[in-house]
């Protein structure tokens, strides 16, 4: 079990890290993060309805949004379960590449 924690942890820092390297920020503080699943924030001009269809619809991969009051705010990349560091990687490559394409200005 203490295995599957720390492979949970590594994915999520290496997802974070990823994020950050993109000049996204995060929505919650490290000491919170989640190792489960990791919310960004949308940027101001970030389009997050249309970041999702981007990656859905053109490079065959889902997030998530925000919901409630956060809806339109933020999105999810989640890394619960048999998700690899490629897995993320190939997800962070192709989120550099829709971020413009929904409004996204670093």
Not at 30 to 38: G, L, P
Not at 73 to 81: A, N
Request: glycine letters at 10%.
């Amino acid at each position: 079990m203490q295995n599957i924690f720390k492979r949970h942890q590594k994915i999520a820092d290496f997802t974070r890290k990823g994020v950050k390297e993109l000049g996204l920020t995060l929505l919650a503080e490290e000491k919170y993060a989640s190792n489960t699943v990791t919310a960004i924030v949308a940027t101001e001009g970030l389009d997050v309805k249309k970041l999702l269809k981007i990656m859905r619809e053109e490079y065959n991969t889902v997030l998530a949004g925000g919901q409630g009051p956060l809806e339109g705010k933020i999105f999810r990349i989640g890394h619960l379960g048999w998700v690899t560091e490629n897995d993320i990687k190939v997800t962070l490559d192709n989120l550099k590449l829709a971020l413009p394409k929904a409004g996204f200005r670093s």
